[in-house]
């Protein structure tokens, strides 16, 4: 056979619908077509490819050959491909956004990222998300440079230079912990000013939004991080204290290979984390949901109230 022509959408629609039927007959009555209308078209597609489909000489029933079988998986591809625009266009249609981009909160617990995540995919599989996942300011950062539509984070230091919506979607409970063999984990839990002594290991901002400004820092000498993992690793090697997410050293904690430390200065709090996004560029229907189920997943957990009335605690 030569190629003779470009396969249309319609031809790799009827070429689908006969293997998924398993016949042209039982393809037409699917199609509401004659039969043979659908060997026609069938025809015409192996004409254009230069290749035979179908068997239709050893067996009563057409059995697709083995060029058949490798054009198969490339036309379930094309026909995936088009049933997903033609999704996403809907979606647009009725003012579904096409993306949705989520700065988060690396202190943002993973279950509840999954939960949030997963069931998003699930609700509104045409729309892209980008995931972003920083520290304190450079949430807040991303949202008012428009590189986010969203923002969950922990840490709002200014509220006047880009009007942002703040909405409460629960919190994360942080514990001061060491190593075991840390000076600070066999210490006098009344004693104060022992935290100051030894060096703190604090996540840096890289954002320019708290430059000139501490919070929670309490060490006279500190080891600047750009990431949790990196702190994790110097805490279980006994290279300094910190305060951690209890999500992320429950395990440690169990085994023995964190303690969590009783000090004045340094106990254990909880950070609330907010939702934001610009006033004047506010997510759409698929944006809204997603900060819902942050919201709800809040209302499973709520924060305790002592805790509430508060306010936000500085994370370091």
């Known amino acids: 056979m030569r190629t003779s022509g470009t396969p ?56 697709l050959t083995e060029a058949g079988r490798a054009v198969l998986a490339e036309a379930r591809t094309v026909a995936h491909s088009l ?14 956004e096409a993306e949705v981009s989520l700065a988060v909160s690396v202190l943002m617990p993973g279950d509840r990222l999954v939960d949030a995540l997963r069931a998003f995919q699930a609700r509104f599989p045409t729309v892209a998300l980008r995931l972003n996942v920083e520290a304190l300011g450079a949430v807040q950062q991303y949202v008012a440079g428009g590189r986010a539509v969203i923002g969950i984070g ?36 009344s004693l104060p000013g022992l935290a100051r002594e030894h060096v703190q290991l604090v996540i840096a901002d890289r954002s320019p939004l708290s430059e000139g400004q501490e919070f929670g820092v309490i060490a006279t000498r500190t ?12 805490l279980l090697a006994g290279i300094g204290w910190g305060s951690m997410p209890a999500h992320m050293v429950r395990a440690d904690l169990a085994a ?33 949901w997603l900060i819902q189920r942050f919201a709800e997943q809040e209302a499973d957990q709520p924060m305790p109230d002592d805790v509430r009335a508060k306010g936000a605690v500085r994370p370091a």
């Open 83 to 96: 049933d997903a625009l033609r999704a996403k266009v809907n979606g647009m249609l009725s003012g579904l």
């Open 223 to 234: 080891w600047r991080l750009s990431d949790l993992s990196s702190k994790h690793t110097l």
């Open 8 to 63: 249309t959408l319609d031809q790799l629609h009827v070429f689908l619908c006969v293997v998924e039927t398993g016949s042209f007959a039982a393809a037409g009555r699917r199609l509401n077509r004659a039969t043979s209308v659908i060997s026609y078209g069938i025809a015409n597609l192996e004409q254009q490819l230069g290749l035979p489909l179908f068997d239709r000489e050893s067996t009563r029933k057409p059995q």
């Open 154 to 189: 922990v840490e709002i230091w200014d509220k006047t230079t880009d009007p942002l919506e703040h909405i409460a979607v629960g919190d994360v409970e942080m514990l001061p912990v060491a190593a075991p063999s840390h000076p600070l984990a066999g210490v006098d839990g």
């Open 256 to 288: 023995g290979r964190l303690v969590e430390l009783h000090m004045p200065e340094a106990k254990r709090r909880r950070l609330p984390f907010t939702a934001i996004y610009r006033t004047d560029r506010p997510p759409g229907p698929a944006g809204r």
